[in-house]
């Protein structure tokens, strides 16, 4: 059942739809794998990654908001639950338990490899259907991107 009207032909909305819940859960997953390394961080470079890594937190919820907000005006509604996230996302798996800094960096530069993969691919199938749902992921990957490479350039210390 469709609550909001789409601006959208079906089939569009339907991709579109796709695109962001598929980025929705990404996002949510990224916060919380960042939130689990910056409460189990421990090195010497504690401090900078500990706030490095609350600015992941901070720009993938906003993106997350902005993402679940753009599904529900096209009519499909975001599903943030999280057995969606745990089934769907495309992060990879963080470990469990203290995590030394270097371990933490190069965690996070493989779920910002993974991640921003996986919305490329949906920049490129989102752009015939819906030009405003492209446009918002572009803005989200040229933000991911700087963020990975601030963690590739840490990594590589």
């Known amino acids: ?26 996002l949510l997953d990224l916060s919380l794998v960042a939130k689990q390394a910056h409460w189990n961080l ?28 753009r599904a529900a005006a096209l009519g499909v509604s975001p599903d943030g639950r999280a057995a969606t ?8 798996e963080f470990s469990p338990g203290w995590t030394k800094d270097v371990d933490a960096v190069g965690a996070l530069v493989e779920a910002f490899s993974a991640v921003v993969e996986r919305v490329r691919e949906r920049i490129e199938r989102t752009g ?30």
């Open 85 to 92: 996230v745990a089934a769907t996302s495309g992060v990879p």
């Open 128 to 157: 015939p259907a819906d030009a405003v749902t492209q446009d918002l992921l572009i803005g989200l990957t040229a933000d991911l991107e700087k963020q990975s490479w601030m963690f590739q350039a840490e990594h590589r210390s």
């Open 42 to 69: 421990y090195g010497p470079r504690f401090r900078s990654i500990h706030l490095q890594l609350d600015e992941v937190v901070t720009t993938a919820r906003a993106y997350a908001d902005t993402v679940a907000e």
């Open 1 to 26: 059942m469709t609550v909001i009207n789409s601006p959208l032909p079906e089939k569009e909305r339907e991709i579109a739809g796709s695109a962001l819940q598929d980025t929705l859960v990404d």
